[in-house]
Each structure stands twice: as structure tokens, then as C-alpha cells.
């Protein structure tokens, strides 16, 4: 349990500890040599799985995927100088999506900065305001006292990194010579006189705090033309989020207007007032006004949906969000009130069911006939489009699939074409920042441990990281990855610095010829080249249940960019009340 050969192995042995008796499970460890105690104590401790991977951003990011899964805080354990520095982008993920980080940054005592010493950088605040909460520990001591100051900031970090929302956090901790478990005499006569179980009694996982909410459901309900709208979600219990919803959007009788990152599309059969085509929908104007509602309520964050954000800003209508966290989750600064607490917690409230509102009949309506309209369209169509793969996903993946879906296209083609089902599926993302660094990372974290698993991505993203390909050989479990290989970034076909080229092509698009066989080959990764919709069918009805395996799916993104403008826009155009 404490490892008594010196004053850093006890330190460091004491941190690992408390941190399992609060419920740690994964400990991500970069190599290096001023961490070494920190590298010692997790990889010898028998209850916490400990990682080694070598790239500080991979590791960040499959750490990040781990604590989306678990939903409980990783440590990421690095050594001094710029290895930590290579953790930001995670950090500012984990923040922005509020998901549970430990950073604990090994670095040189006090007397070893400021004096051109090797591999010293200013550590301290390292990554400015993102942190919950961060602080820089005492050099390692053997006094029962800085034990204690010790156990308790540990138990601090923690804590903090979980409430009042899920975040990162980052110890610093400098460590004097020696670094490796050299025997020291004084740590090992501790060993006799140290109270282990006293010292420890305290240290125990304490349980989220919940209250019964209150909202003005009267008031709600006396709005017949209400909305509620469900941004992305990666809730921890998936069914018991959609079952709230549904409960609410029942005792209102409003539409549900669901992202297609939120679960609400793939439980479509708890909620029958889900919309899922409202992104098509408002792309027609005389539709649009007609739609106008008198009151929303939001759950959670904002959709993806450009279409969506710029019909919220044409008109000002009372806005409740039901979010849990302090953010403020309304970047278009409506006449909005926050009421702080989870939607789940709605499920102990006994709501009357309302009669289905004809507002919301009206929204069923158009997004029945959009479905109707674009579903044939897509089943019929042979050519290898991108949009495509997102419809078809829902229909063949296995229950309860879970998936990472990478940003830029592939979350816009989600949103667009991810149909409401009941697979169950479980859709997991990096929402936060938005960014395309540790998209292969974060998914490898996602399945580890965990039951077979999909990522969908573009190629630029993936070769962002391929450096997460490192893992191969340490992966617990199945990634298929979902290569949508269009040769370069889709996304910027639909922006409108596409019809300038140059530059366009260069330094917007940046096209890429990377040979993917050769590069599944380099890292022992399965390689299929998909040529049909049958043979994608084909391959992810029964997913592997080990390894890694890339399909990848060539396809034209100026050829697709154009397919989505026009056959969203027509069938936009031909709606009707």
C-alpha cells in the first residue's frame, strides 16, 4: 500500500492511495524521469489500471475518452518540462465539455528553476484559467503533518475536479533527487510507526448531492405553442436522460427538436414528439416564420445546427435552460433563465400528460413528410456519398453501439441524416473546443475496456493523430474506424471561401495523398477498402471483438458538398404546412 524505501516513494505511494479509496480506476503514464516516483507508485499499485502511452496529447486525449465513458476523473502523469505543455489541448477539451481530468505534472524542486537547469519550464499555472482547480504541492516530506497536508490536497483535487462541475484539474508537484526507489533510512523506520489505518479513515467517495428541482410547469404547460430543444449530450445513463425528456416534453405536449449527438434519437421510442429533420425544415423561410414558438425550453447545450441558431436569433421569446452546470450555455445571449439542475432529476416529479399541442402536430407533420421524401432518396443512391454513411449507421450497427464521432463533417452529416430509431446506440464527442486534435485518442479511450466500438471520421482528423495508433497493441476491447476519406477538409466546401482559389485549395481544403494501407500496415492495423454500401453493411453488422480495423470509404467532397446543398435545399422548398 505506502511504498517506505524514501521520502518520495512514501509521497508519491500516499497520493496513488488516497486516490484509489476515492474511487480512482485509470492512471494514464507518460514516460520520463522526474516523475519516476509518481510512474512507480500507480504501475505497482494492483487496483488501478495503469497505462504507459508516449505521446503526452495522445495520452491526454484517450484519458479524456476513458473519463467520458466512466465518467469519473483519470490521472495523466507526466514528466517536467514541455510533456506537460503537450497536455493542453485536453485539458481545454475537458474543460469546455466538462469531463473529469487529474493532471498531476512532475517537475524540479524550487532551487532547480531559474538557473538554466535541464528540462525546467515554468510549470506552475500552467494552463491558465481552464482548470477547476489547480495548486503546486510542498516538496516531499516524511512529517506526519505534510502527510496529512498532503492526503487532504489530494482529496481536494479530487473533489474538485468533480464538483460543482466535472473539470480538470492539475497538481504540480516537485521532487527532489534521488528519483528512483533508493532506499532511504529514515522512510523505512516510518514504516513501524505509521498508522495506515487511521490515516486513511477518512478517505472515502462522497456521492453527488441532489435536490428536487422546481420549474413553472403551469406556466409551461399554459403555452400551447411551446419548444423544447435537446443539444449534444453524452449523459452517463443514456435512458434514463431520454425518459426525462420525453416526460417533460409529454405533460407539455411541445416537439422535441434533438441533436443528432444527443442518445434522443437513438431511444425514439420513449419520445414521441422527437423532430429530428428540423435542420431541412427551417431551411424554408415561409416555414420558419410559421414556427415561430411563444417559449422553449433547452436542454442542456445548443445543437450543432447553423440552420437552427439563425432562426433563434430572428425572434425574442422567454428561453428556460435546464442545465446543472454554473455555465452559461446560451452563446446567442437570449432573454434566457438557467435553472441548475439535471433534466434526469425531473423523472421524481409526477407531471400530468397534456394532450399533443397542434404546434407541435404541425412540426410532425413536416418532419414526417421530410423523412418520407428523404429516406427512398438515400436507400436508391449507389455513388459512395458521405452523407449516406451517417443515415445508414443507425440502421445496421449493433445495439447499444458505442460510437465517437469526430468533428467537422461528420457531426454535421450526423445532424442531418441520423434518423430516429431504436438501436440505443451510444454517441460519444468532443463538443467542447470543437477541435480535431486527439480525435483517434479520445475514441481508443472510449474502447477500452469497454464493448466493441466505432469511430466516424474524416482523413484529416484522423491523421491529425495517428500517433494514438501507438496503442494498438495495448487496446482491451474494438475500434472499427469509419474512414471517410475525401482528400482533404470537407467542411470548408461549405463555407463560402470555397469559390476563391487560390487559396482555397491549399491552404483551406489541404488535400492530402497518404496511402492509408500503407499506413494500417506500419502500425498492424486491419485495412478493407469499402466499394459499396453492401460491403459496409456487411462488416459492421457483427462487429470484431479485439484489435483495430480502418474502412475505409473514398468519396468526392465537392461532389457531396453539392449533393447536400441541393437535395436539402429541394426538399426544404417543397414543404407545406
Same mark, same amino acid.
Given at each position: 500500500?505506502?511504498?517506505?524505501?524514501?521520502?518520495?516513494?512514501?509521497?508519491?505511494?500516499?497520493?496513488?492511495? !488516497?486516490?484509489?479509496?476515492?474511487?480512482?480506476?485509470?492512471?494514464?503514464?507518460?514516460?520520463?524521469?522526474?516523475?519516476?516516483?509518481?510512474?512507480?507508485?500507480?504501475?505497482?499499485?494492483?487496483?488501478?489500471?495503469?497505462?504507459?502511452?508516449?505521446?503526452?496529447?495522445?495520452?491526454?486525449?484517450?484519458?479524456?475518452?476513458?473519463?467520458?465513458?466512466?465518467?469519473?476523473?483519470?490521472?495523466?502523469?507526466?514528466?517536467?518540462?514541455?510533456?506537460?505543455?503537450?497536455?493542453?489541448?485536453?485539458?481545454?477539451?475537458?474543460?469546455?465539455? &466538462?469531463?473529469?481530468?487529474?493532471?498531476?505534472?512532475?517537475?524540479?524542486?524550487?532551487?532547480?528553476?531559474?538557473?538554466?537547469?535541464?528540462?525546467?519550464?515554468?510549470?506552475?499555472?500552467?494552463?491558465?484559467?481552464?482548470?477547476?482547480?489547480?495548486?503546486?504541492?510542498?516538496?516531499?516530506?516524511?512529517?506526519?503533518?505534510?502527510?496529512?497536508?498532503?492526503?487532504? !490536497?489530494?482529496?481536494?483535487?479530487?473533489?474538485?475536479?468533480?464538483?460543482?462541475?466535472?473539470?480538470?484539474?492539475?497538481?504540480?508537484?516537485?521532487?527532489?533527487?534521488?528519483?528512483?526507489?533508493?532506499?532511504?533510512?529514515?522512510?523505512?523506520?516510518?514504516?513501524?510507526?505509521?498508522?495506515?489505518?487511521?490515516?486513511?479513515?477518512?478517505?472515502?467517495?462522497?456521492?453527488?448531492?441532489?435536490?428536487?428541482?422546481?420549474?413553472?410547469?403551469?406556466? #409551461?404547460?399554459?403555452?400551447?405553442?411551446?419548444?423544447?430543444?435537446?443539444?449534444?449530450?453524452?449523459?452517463?445513463?443514456?435512458?434514463?436522460?431520454?425518459?426525462?425528456?420525453?416526460?417533460?416534453?409529454?405533460?407539455?405536449? #411541445?416537439?422535441?427538436?434533438?441533436?443528432?449527438?444527443?442518445?434522443?434519437?437513438?431511444?425514439?421510442?420513449?419520445?414521441?414528439?422527437?423532430?429530428?429533420?428540423?435542420?431541412?425544415?427551417?431551411?424554408?423561410?415561409?416555414?420558419?416564420?410559421?414556427?415561430?414558438?411563444?417559449?422553449?425550453?433547452?436542454?442542456?447545450?445548443?445543437?450543432?445546427?447553423?440552420? @437552427?441558431?439563425?432562426?433563434?436569433? &430572428?425572434? *425574442?421569446?422567454?428561453?428556460?435552460?435546464?442545465?446543472?452546470?454554473?455555465?452559461?450555455?446560451?452563446?446567442?445571449?437570449?432573454?434566457?433563465?438557467?435553472?441548475?439542475?439535471?433534466?434526469?432529476?425531473?423523472?421524481?416529479?409526477?407531471?400530468?400528460?397534456?394532450?399533443?399541442?397542434?404546434?407541435?402536430?404541425?412540426?410532425?407533420?413536416?418532419?414526417?413528410?421530410?423523412?418520407?421524401?428523404?429516406?427512398?432518396?438515400?436507400?436508391? @443512391?449507389?455513388?459512395?456519398?458521405?452523407?449516406?454513411?451517417?443515415?445508414? @449507421?443507425?440502421?445496421?450497427?449493433?445495439?447499444?453501439?458505442?460510437?465517437?464521432?469526430?468533428?467537422?463533417?461528420?457531426?454535421?452529416?450526423?445532424?442531418?441524416?441520423?434518423?430516429?430509431?431504436?438501436?440505443?446506440?451510444?454517441?460519444?464527442?468532443?463538443?467542447?473546443?470543437?477541435?480535431?486534435?486527439?480525435?483517434?485518442?479520445?475514441? @481508443?479511450?472510449?474502447?477500452?475496456?469497454?464493448?466493441?466500438?466505432?469511430?466516424?471520421?474524416?482523413?484529416?482528423?484522423?491523421?491529425?493523430?495517428?500517433?494514438?495508433?501507438?496503442?494498438?497493441?495495448?487496446?482491451?476491447?474494438?475500434?472499427?474506424?469509419?474512414?471517410?476519406?475525401?482528400?482533404?477538409?470537407?467542411?470548408?466546401?461549405?463555407?463560402?471561401?470555397?469559390?476563391?482559389?487560390?487559396?482555397?485549395?491549399?491552404?483551406?481544403?489541404?488535400?492530402?495523398?497518404?496511402?492509408? !494501407?500503407?499506413?494500417?500496415?506500419?502500425?498492424?492495423?486491419?485495412? *478493407?477498402?469499402?466499394?459499396?454500401?453492401?460491403?459496409?453493411?456487411?462488416?459492421?453488422?457483427?462487429?470484431?471483438?479485439?484489435?483495430?480495423?480502418?474502412?475505409?470509404?473514398?468519396?468526392?467532397?465537392?461532389?457531396?458538398?453539392?449533393?447536400?446543398?441541393?437535395?436539402?435545399?429541394?426538399?426544404?422548398?417543397?414543404?407545406?404546412?
Amino acid at each position: 500500500m505506502i511504498d517506505f524505501r524514501n521520502t518520495n516513494t512514501v509521497w508519491a505511494s500516499i497520493l496513488a492511495e !488516497t486516490l484509489h479509496r476515492l474511487g480512482l480506476q485509470t492512471a494514464i503514464i507518460c514516460p520520463g524521469s522526474r516523475s519516476t516516483a509518481l510512474t512507480v507508485a500507480f504501475a505497482q499499485h494492483r487496483e488501478i489500471e495503469t497505462i504507459s502511452i508516449l505521446d503526452e496529447r495522445s495520452a491526454a486525449f484517450f484519458a479524456l475518452g476513458v473519463a467520458k465513458r466512466t465518467g469519473l476523473p483519470v490521472v495523466l502523469v507526466c514528466t517536467s518540462g514541455t510533456a506537460g505543455a503537450n497536455f493542453y489541448p485536453a485539458v481545454i477539451e475537458a474543460k469546455e465539455s &466538462r469531463i473529469p481530468l487529474l493532471i498531476l505534472t512532475a517537475d524540479r524542486p524550487p532551487e532547480m528553476r531559474e538557473c538554466h537547469s535541464g528540462q525546467t519550464i515554468d510549470q506552475v499555472k500552467l494552463y491558465g484559467t481552464y482548470p477547476n482547480w489547480q495548486v503546486e504541492l510542498a516538496v516531499p516530506a516524511l512529517e506526519m503533518g505534510m502527510l496529512g497536508y498532503l492526503r487532504q !490536497t489530494v482529496m481536494q483535487a479530487w473533489e474538485r475536479s468533480r464538483f460543482p462541475t466535472p473539470g480538470p484539474v492539475h497538481l504540480n508537484l516537485p521532487f527532489r533527487d534521488p528519483l528512483a526507489p533508493i532506499p532511504q533510512a529514515e522512510a523505512i523506520a516510518l514504516e513501524a510507526e505509521f498508522p495506515t489505518d487511521l490515516f486513511f479513515s477518512g478517505v472515502k467517495n462522497s456521492a453527488v448531492q441532489t435536490s428536487i428541482p422546481h420549474i413553472p410547469l403551469a406556466e #409551461w404547460q399554459s403555452c400551447p405553442n411551446g419548444l423544447i430543444i435537446a443539444g449534444t449530450a453524452q449523459p452517463g445513463d443514456p435512458e434514463t436522460y431520454c425518459r426525462a425528456i420525453a416526460h417533460l416534453a409529454q405533460a407539455l405536449g #411541445w416537439p422535441v427538436l434533438a441533436d443528432g449527438l444527443s442518445p434522443i434519437r437513438n431511444y425514439a421510442h420513449l419520445n414521441p414528439n422527437l423532430i429530428a429533420t428540423y435542420d431541412i425544415l427551417l431551411r424554408n423561410a415561409n416555414l420558419a416564420d410559421a414556427l415561430i414558438p411563444d417559449r422553449i425550453v433547452q436542454i442542456g447545450e445548443l445543437p450543432t445546427s447553423k440552420e @437552427l441558431r439563425n432562426w433563434l436569433t &430572428r425572434f *425574442e421569446v422567454p428561453v428556460e435552460i435546464i442545465e446543472p452546470s454554473p455555465h452559461n450555455v446560451d452563446p446567442l445571449h437570449r432573454l434566457s433563465i438557467h435553472h441548475r439542475f439535471g433534466v434526469e432529476s425531473l423523472l421524481e416529479l409526477d407531471f400530468p400528460v397534456s394532450v399533443k399541442s397542434e404546434y407541435c402536430q404541425r412540426w410532425q407533420k413536416c418532419d414526417r413528410h421530410i423523412q418520407q421524401t428523404l429516406n427512398p432518396e438515400l436507400s436508391n @443512391l449507389d455513388n459512395l456519398f458521405e452523407g449516406k454513411v451517417a443515415w445508414l @449507421l443507425p440502421q445496421i450497427l449493433p445495439q447499444s453501439t458505442p460510437i465517437f464521432i469526430a468533428n467537422s463533417m461528420p457531426v454535421r452529416d450526423v445532424e442531418f441524416f441520423w434518423m430516429p430509431n431504436s438501436s440505443k446506440i451510444q454517441p460519444f464527442f468532443n463538443r467542447g473546443a470543437n477541435g480535431i486534435d486527439g480525435t483517434l485518442s479520445t475514441a @481508443l479511450g472510449i474502447a477500452h475496456n469497454h464493448q466493441s466500438s466505432i469511430m466516424l471520421t474524416g482523413d484529416l482528423a484522423l491523421l491529425h493523430d495517428t500517433n494514438g495508433f501507438l496503442f494498438q497493441n495495448k487496446l482491451i476491447g474494438h475500434l472499427t474506424i469509419i474512414l471517410i476519406n475525401n482528400h482533404g477538409g470537407g467542411i470548408f466546401e461549405n463555407l463560402p471561401i470555397s469559390q476563391f482559389n487560390p487559396p482555397f485549395e491549399e491552404f483551406f481544403a489541404t488535400p492530402q495523398k497518404v496511402n492509408f !494501407t500503407q499506413l494500417c500496415a506500419a502500425y498492424n492495423i486491419n485495412y *478493407e477498402l469499402i466499394q459499396s454500401w453492401q460491403q459496409l453493411h456487411q462488416r459492421l453488422h457483427v462487429l470484431p471483438k479485439h484489435g483495430i480495423r480502418l474502412l475505409e470509404i473514398p468519396t468526392n467532397r465537392k461532389a457531396d458538398a453539392k449533393w447536400r446543398q441541393e437535395i436539402l435545399g429541394n426538399l426544404a422548398n417543397k414543404l407545406r404546412l
